[in-house]
């Protein structure tokens, strides 16, 4: 999965940089005039495209992997189900909250109706949020 930042490091030799160059050349290698992400027929080739561009970020540490803490207060079938998904997503489990990326907790008692949200990053007057419970991607 390609989270947002990804998109919006315009650095030379950035996440942008390396997203876009990863693409450009697998359209070459493929032969192919243009992108066409919306052909049935291409749906395998533009898959293996996106995996190129995720694995090259990974190898230029544009990208990392989630290292993820699950709380002991956590139910054991829950968690269960929290480390396979996490495993899915290639990421790993550690026990040293100091070195994870992510913190997972119980739900708390508030209403799951209730929204919250937090400012990403700034540019002039605008602002780039992320909304609770939705990935940043």
Same mark, same amino acid.
């Given at each position: 999965?390609?989270?947002?930042?990804?998109?919006?490091?315009?650095?030379?030799?950035?996440?942008?940089?390396? *997203?876009?160059?990863?693409?450009?050349?697998?359209?070459?290698?493929?032969?192919?005039?243009?992108?066409?992400?919306?052909?049935?027929?291409?749906?395998?080739?533009?898959?293996?495209?996106?995996?190129?561009?995720?694995?090259?970020?990974?190898?230029?540490?544009?990208? *990392?992997?989630? *290292?993820?803490?699950?709380? *002991?207060?956590? /139910?054991?079938?829950?968690?269960?189900?929290?480390?396979?998904?996490?495993?899915?997503?290639?990421?790993?489990?550690?026990?040293?909250?100091?070195?994870?990326t992510?913190?997972?907790?119980?739900?708390?008692?508030?209403? /799951?109706?209730? /929204?919250?949200?937090?400012?990403?990053?700034?540019?002039?007057?605008?602002?780039?949020?992320h909304?609770?419970?939705s990935?940043?991607?």
């Open positions: 999965y390609l989270q947002a930042k990804c998109f919006l490091d315009f650095k030379a030799g950035g996440a942008l940089c390396h *997203t876009l160059g990863s693409v450009y050349k697998f359209k070459s290698e493929q032969g192919w005039r243009r992108f066409d992400l919306q052909n049935p027929s291409r749906m395998d080739r533009n898959v293996e495209m996106f995996l190129n561009v995720e694995k090259n970020l990974v190898q230029n540490n544009c990208l *990392t992997r989630p *290292t993820v803490f699950l709380s *002991t207060d956590i /139910e054991q079938k829950q968690a269960i189900k929290l480390k396979d998904i996490v495993k899915r997503h290639q990421g790993s489990i550690t026990d040293d909250k100091s070195k994870a992510h913190h997972i907790y119980p739900s708390t008692s508030q209403q /799951e109706e209730d /929204e919250w949200l937090r400012p990403v990053t700034r540019k002039d007057k605008q602002v780039l949020v909304w609770g419970l990935p940043d991607r």
